[in-house]
């Protein structure tokens, strides 16, 4: 079975930096995309930074210019948060679009179990 696993979260001041990782496990035919997503203490759930199989990235206008994504093999993905901000307290959560093996074009949404991330000003 697919399953997504993040870490690296913590505490940080203001201005400081912090990495996470994301990881995807399982029988898998393609990850066709992989995502950070954050969901602050109060507020929506916000798209943070996304990058495809091809490497096309995206990220959201709130960590632009601060943060970085990026791809370290087919199943893991580094995500380096620069300049934080007290702002970007949330709980952190991993998104991989994946085709398990045998499904052929057929694939799913697995989320990790999130990792928090706070910001002390």
């Known amino acids: 079975q697919v399953q997504v696993a993040e870490s690296g979260g913590g505490q940080v001041q203001a201005g400081g930096s912090l990495s996470l990782s994301c990881v995807v496990f399982?029988?898998?035919?393609?990850?066709?995309?992989m995502a950070w997503y954050r969901q602050p203490p109060i507020g929506q759930r916000e798209l943070v930074a996304s990058?495809?199989?091809?490497?096309?990235i995206e990220y959201g206008d709130s960590v632009k210019g601060r943060f970085i994504i990026s791809r370290w093999d087919d199943n893991t993905v580094h995500l380096q948060m620069n300049n934080l901000e007290p702002d970007d307290t949330a709980a952190y959560y991993c998104?991989?679009?994946?085709?398990?093996?045998?499904?052929?074009?057929?694939?799913?949404?697995?989320w990790g179990r999130g990792t928090q991330v706070t910001v002390f000003s």
């Open positions: 998104k991989g679009d994946v085709i398990p093996r045998g499904w052929g074009s057929q694939g799913s949404e697995y």
């Open positions: 399982g029988d898998i035919d393609r990850i066709n995309l």
């Open positions: 990058i495809s199989y091809g490497g096309s």
